[in-house]
């Protein structure tokens, strides 16, 4: 997917989420985050929003030093879903005025712009999700978004050490670990080596890998992300059972 593409998506996604949170009770317990309510993940969805605007704004060069930002937040949790829908109203604003390919700092490997969009599209699409799932509702993802997220999300975490700690735990003497989707022909090879890991981007799809979890782009996604079990019937699972156990209780996003 291109960058503008993505910033129609944050779009859509968040229109998707309000949709799902409005005039629902926002001390709806969301299982799928331990400990929130829908209160709290519509805050936290908006909150994101409101800061990855700043960011952009700025066209930072460095790591920030605060994440203090004005939220402008509602006095009453019934209120957030209206308050989401404006911060991404917010952002698409600044997605908008800004040169996406501009060179600018960012924590993941892509170090422009245009990381903070896709960033916030992940962001917004899983949380999303989380809703949906606290509500009761079949998560959807569209099979174009899912393979992007899939990707972005491999891409990324061998950078995420700050705020996950477990990848520091993914090491390993040359072993590889393949996702395929069964809905497409999209596969990604993640090498784990003594000194870190990382997607192969020379991958023909060819190569056996040491453990290989194959299904659906959208459950790739959300297994990914912590959201489905990967031992789940929905997946087919091959070769080193302990390696999968291993990267999935450590790759924590």
Known sequence: MEPAQHAAAVA??????VAAVKGADPATPVPSCPGWTLGDLTRHAG????????LLRGRIQQPPTSRDVELRLPEQ????????????AQSAEVFAATDLDAPMWAWGL???ARFWVRRMLFETLVHRVDAD?????????????AVDGVDEF???LPFAAV??????ELRGPDRTIRFSCTDGDDTWLVRLRPDGFGLVTDDTGSRTADATVQGASGDLLLTLYGRLEHTDEAFQRVGDQDLLAHWFAHSAF
Request: avoid cysteine; glycine fraction near 4%.
């Open 163 to 168: 705020f996950a700690p477990g990848t520091a």
């Open 77 to 88: 949790p019934v209120d957030y879903p209206d308050w989401l829908a404006e911060s991404a």
């Open 110 to 112: 892509d170090q422009h």
């Open 12 to 17: 859509a996604e968040a229109a998707r989420f």
């Open 47 to 54: 909150s994101v929003h409101r800061w990855f605007s700043v």
């Open 133 to 145: 799932l606290a509500l009761g509702l079949p998560p959807k993802i569209d099979r174009a978004l």
């Open 154 to 156: 491999l891409t990324n």
